[in-house]
Nanobody, 117 residues
Framework: VDVVESGGALVQPGDSLTLSCASP????????MAWYRQAPGKQRESVAR???????DYDESVKDRFTISKDSAEATIYLRMNNLKPEDTAIYYC????????????WGQGTQVTVSE
């Protein structure tokens, strides 16, 4: 298993949450990484990306609310999510950034984030 996501929860609009992507094989330290999400009935999409040199990039829908980061010593990728909205409800996954790498790891089980009153 290359990646294991965790940290999802049921939260209210405006709340914050931090997701974790642990990498037992430590592959996240050698790839440009991304957080993806898949909402019900929609295709999986990347929302935050982290290059190998630390540059970040975000989808407009999450810009200024989400922050992607990495702890290389722990081989873990994080996604800090502030001011959550109902439209952020989805299963969140981490994987290699498809914009940089031609292939990705096997998908993990993801972690469910539900934003509701």
């Amino acid at each position: 298993v290359d990646v294991v996501e965790s940290g999802g929860a049921l939260v209210q609009p405006g709340d914050s949450l931090t997701l974790s992507c642990a990498s037992p094989t430590r592959v996240v330290n050698f790839y440009a990484m991304a957080w993806y999400r898949q909402a019900p009935g929609k295709q999986r999409e990347s929302v935050a990306r982290l290059s190998r040199d630390g540059a970040t990039d975000y989808d407009e829908s999450v810009k200024d609310r989400f922050t992607i980061s990495k702890d290389s010593a722990e081989a873990t990728i994080y996604l800090r999510m502030n001011n959550l909205k109902p439209e952020d409800t989805a299963i969140y996954y981490c994987n290699a950034d498809a914009r940089v790498h031609n292939s990705r790891f096997a998908w993990g089980q993801g972690t469910q984030v539900t934003v509701s009153e």
